[in-house]
């Protein structure tokens, strides 16, 4: 079996072992989100995990960069990623993501037990994230802006000034109009 052939089947299996599960978030077909703990839990986690072209044959990317994070101190954050990797490493080579959520599920106490909520902005050093290198995600694709035909784009260029803003006063009601109709209905 090929790799797109073992994700597909994952991908399969995910959708129907985490249906209704309002933890599992699916970012793309490559990409899956999970919180462990409870919404509201002090020391709940999101743990971000995204496949390469290669998976399950190289390791996939986790992830700990989410808002929902920024309250964790860095190197709570690098000691679950560094256990999370370990078990990538015996997983290498079978389906793993459900196995990678699973184990943070179970062990979440034990990863957490050195966490102290920080409560700073969220800062360049609390972005972190594990990669293999020479890898990247799969399937990322840009999103494309949406595209509009010639006669829209004259349409709103003859709305907009030169630098593409409405004119001053575009949405105002004609006053003088407006005086006009409401003396004729006092007579």
């Known amino acids: 079996m090929g790799a797109n052939e073992d994700q597909e089947m994952e991908l399969e299996a995910l959708r129907s072992i985490y249906e209704g599960d309002e933890s599992f978030r699916e970012l793309s077909p490559v990409s899956f989100q999970y ?6 839990d002090p020391k709940a986690f999101l743990i971000e995990i995204s496949w390469t072209e290669t998976y399950p044959q190289t390791p996939p990317i986790i992830s700990m960069n989410a808002f929902f994070n920024n309250t964790i101190s860095s190197d709570v954050k690098q000691s679950i990623l ?3 990797q370990e078990a990538v490493e015996v997983h290498l080579g079978t389906a793993m993501t459900y196995t990678l959520f699973e184990y943070a599920k179970d062990n979440k106490e034990q990863f957490m ?3 102290h909520p920080v409560h700073s902005a969220t800062s360049i050093s609390n972005i972190i994230s594990v990669e293999t290198p020479n890898t990247a995600p799969s399937s990322k694709k840009k999103d494309k802006k949406e595209q509009l ?5 004259r349409k709103l260029a003859d709305k907009t000034d ?4 409405l004119p001053r006063g575009w949405n105002w009601v004609d006053v003088v109009k407006l005086s006009k109709t409401g003396s004729k209905d006092d007579e």
């Open 162 to 165: 030169h630098k593409g803003e």
């Open 113 to 115: 037990e050195n966490h």
């Open 35 to 40: 919180r462990i703990g409870e919404n509201g």
């Open 149 to 153: 035909s010639k006669a829209q784009k």
């Open 82 to 84: 560094a256990k999370l």
